[in-house]
């Protein structure tokens, strides 16, 4: 009897922990997605677009369902189409949302690029600022 009882508190406790889990990763996805939604829209800042945010909420996770179709490497041209579509539908020139969409993407794959080559070189850094034991 003890046995069964505590594999029913081990399992209790298990259903828990995913609940938790789950929601848990469900909130820090939710606010990685708001925080690309605010990405975007920062970018269109800087281009001197007048939309609002609440038009970038309402647009860009329809733009990325429609770049997750496999037509294209990375959704390259998938991505600025639907910027475009989203931009002429809010009445703005389609060419602003090519212009808003790839210069997110370039910010993003430079900012990638220096990751990716410090982490290239992250032995010779790694023996100057770091002392091994």
């Not at 860009?60 to 037509?71: E, F, Q, R, T, Y």
């Not at 989203?86 to 210069?103: T, V």
Request: charged share 10%; proline share 2%.
């Amino acid at each position: 009897k003890n046995i069964i009882e505590f594999a029913g508190e081990v399992n209790h406790s298990f259903s828990l922990f995913r609940a938790i889990s789950l929601l848990v990763g469900f909130i820090l996805s939710l606010a990685y997605q708001v925080s690309l939604i605010l990405y975007f829209y920062l970018v269109g800042q800087a281009l001197h677009i007048d939309l609002s945010v609440w038009n970038y909420l309402a647009f860009l996770p329809i733009v990325w369902i429609v770049g997750l179709l496999p037509i294209t490497i990375n959704a390259i041209g998938v991505r600025e189409a639907g910027f475009s579509w989203m931009f002429s539908a809010l009445g703005e020139d389609p060419s602003l949302g090519f212009s808003n969409s790839i210069l997110g993407f370039l910010l993003a794959v430079i900012a990638s690029l220096c990751g990716g080559i410090l982490f290239v070189w992250k032995g010779r850094f790694k023996s100057r600022f770091y002392k091994e034991e």
